[in-house]
């Protein structure tokens, strides 16, 4: 028998003989149990049950005031709930009286005279199945409670997780619709823009025609700085109607078989008067390898345009634009370079450089030299076709745009035409 469980456990004698309650007392203090209690009146019984739980209880059969079925009767309920055994001592060997005392809830029974070694052998196991039972019983209370005490920590922080999902949600609904009202509203504005600027452009023109008799000098030099400056804001709004286009994803996409490397050739010779009026050498670069891939030609075309005169204006006359095209992997990629010998861009400017809508930048003197949205607009083409881009640049040292596009856009977010 396990000694520190005899030693623990609780036991309660009932019976109305002093001698035998005595006589029991002093067995189990010798086997080492060190809480034993006793009454010889069965009327208390149960409060003592309550009280003190014991994890056996010795109960006399044959007592004159209440015998031992009725007080049996009056603890089993109690008996059951605080875990007690409960044994009969009878002196009544009777099969009878034993199937009794069991049906109505014994656990054992001990007959009177007993020895004193097959007493304490039912008394400690029946304290020991008690005990264990009881310390099952905690435990499964304290894991049943450390499991309610972490589901209420979840569903805490579930429920937090929960209302911080609807509060972004909300947020980005009510993001989603100022952007919208924003840019419909200087979508709007962009349209009643472009409409006075024709007027002025073509005025212009006109009067630098002298259509309708000669100008003075200086008017004359003021209708082209007019007519150029007209252009420039009508170049400004349309690149940003079609930046705006391109970003709300309204832009369609004609999917077809392009040829790079014509495309390329055809940007270059585009684009070669204006690097010779600069004195920009214009050079192209065609990998071996470089095949057609499935893309839009135009998209892929205004991508090339752009990058290709933005590095034009921005490189001093002697310098050099490079646009270098070949495969990439195998897995029928493409990768295209425009690099240039110009000014280059600190890398904290950088951010700006690729905000939304870009800046208009100014030569020396003074004339804009780009409209600043040629960049983010290749960016959001690439974008649309499923591509990447790049860029690497260093101050006096130039700039170098990298873009990779797929064989085949995996999933367009604007319409697909395919050809």
Request: aromatic share 2%; with cysteine; net charge negative.
């Amino acid at each position: 028998m396990n000694g520190d469980i005899i030693g623990s456990s609780r036991v309660l004698v009932i019976d109305d003989d002093p001698t035998s309650i005595e006589l029991v007392k002093r067995l189990l203090t010798r086997a080492g149990f060190e809480s034993i209690e006793s009454t010889s009146e069965p009327a208390i019984a149960l409060s003592l049950l309550r009280q003190i739980k014991p994890h056996v209880v010795l109960l006399d059969l044959h007592m004159p005031q209440l015998d031992g079925f009725g007080v049996l009767d009056l603890l089993r309920d109690e008996a059951q709930r605080v875990g007690s055994s409960i044994i009969m001592l009878t002196g009544d060997v009777g099969q009878d009286v034993q199937v009794e005392a069991l049906k109505r809830g014994a656990s054992d029974f001990v007959t009177k005279p007993f020895a004193g070694s097959v007493l304490v052998a039912r008394v400690a196991g029946a304290a020991e199945m008690r005990e264990l039972q009881r310390r099952l019983r905690d435990h499964n209370d304290r894991l049943q409670d450390a499991v309610a005490a972490r589901t209420q920590r979840l569903q805490a922080a579930l429920d937090v997780l929960t209302r911080a999902e609807g509060e972004l949600k909300r947020s980005l609904a009510r993001s989603e619709a100022e952007s919208h009202t924003r840019a419909d509203v200087v979508a709007r504005l962009a349209h009643e823009l472009r409409t006075p600027l024709s007027a002025v452009c073509g005025f212009s023109e006109v009067m630098r025609g002298e259509r309708f008799g000669p100008l003075a000098p200086r008017y004359l030099d003021y209708a082209g700085d007019i007519h150029a400056a007209a252009l420039h804001a009508l170049e400004v709004i349309n690149s940003f109607l079609d930046l705006a286009k391109a970003q709300a994803g309204e832009e369609a996409l004609s999917i077809a078989r392009v040829d790079v490397a014509g495309v390329i050739e055809e940007s270059v010779r585009l684009l070669s008067p204006q690097a010779e009026a600069g004195g920009v050498q214009l050079k192209v670069t065609i990998r071996p390898g470089l095949g057609e891939i499935e893309t839009d030609r135009t998209k892929l075309l205004q991508i090339v345009l752009n990058l290709t005169s933005n590095a034009v204006k921005f490189t001093p006359s002697g310098g050099t634009v490079t646009v270098e095209a070949g495969p990439d992997g195998d897995d029928g990629a493409v990768i295209v370079v425009v690099r240039d010998t110009g000014i280059g861009i600190d890398a904290k400017d950088m951010d700006e450089v690729m905000r939304p809508f870009g800046q208009v930048s100014h030569a020396q003197d003074g004339r804009p030299k780009g409209t600043g949205l040629g960049l983010p607009l290749s960016r959001q083409y690439v974008d649309l076709l499923g591509g990447t881009m790049s860029i690497v640049s260093r101050p006096g040292e130039g700039t170098a745009v990298t873009v990779r596009l797929p064989s085949r856009p995996a999933a367009a977010t604007s319409p697909v035409i395919a050809k």
